[in-house]
């Protein structure tokens, strides 16, 4: 599957952002999504993830109550609205994709990723 994420960008704090990740190549609904971010000199985090149906969501501690992930499996997209945006949410977004069947925050069970989209929470 391929994945094209977008809407990083620059952001105040106390700001909002909504990414976005297109997918193609396999159908949507059978996949699990998952957005992920790495900060300059870090691991790469979990930061939320979205069942098939979008029934379940997950969220990393560092995120919850702040953003909120969804998905239109129509449109093929899943979402992350991110909002009260911190300067430590500064990172690279990336979106992710399990087809193996299981909830997963493990980076391992992610077998295809978007390229990343930037976002720099600053005054």
């Known amino acids: 599957v391929q994945l094209q994420a977008s809407g990083g960008g620059l952001v105040q704090p106390g700001g909002s952002l909504r990414l976005s990740c297109a997918a193609s190549?396999?159908?949507?609904?059978?996949?699990?999504m998952a957005w992920f971010r790495q900060a300059p000199g870090k691991e790469r985090e979990f930061v939320s993830a979205?069942?098939?149906?979008?029934?379940?969501?997950y969220y990393g501690n560092s995120v919850k109550g702040r953003f909120t992930i969804s998905r239109d499996n129509a449109k093929n997209t899943v979402y992350l609205q991110m909002n009260s945006l911190k300067p430590d949410d500064t990172a690279v977004y990336y979106c992710?994709?399990?087809?193996?069947?299981?909830?997963?925050?493990?980076?391992?069970?992610?077998?295809?990723w978007g390229q990343g989209t930037l976002v720099t929470v600053s005054s």
């Open positions: 992710a994709a399990s087809d193996i069947g299981i909830v997963t925050s493990r980076r391992e069970d992610f077998g295809s």
């Open positions: 190549g396999q159908t949507f609904s059978t996949l699990f």
């Open positions: 979205i069942s098939y149906s979008g029934v379940s969501t």
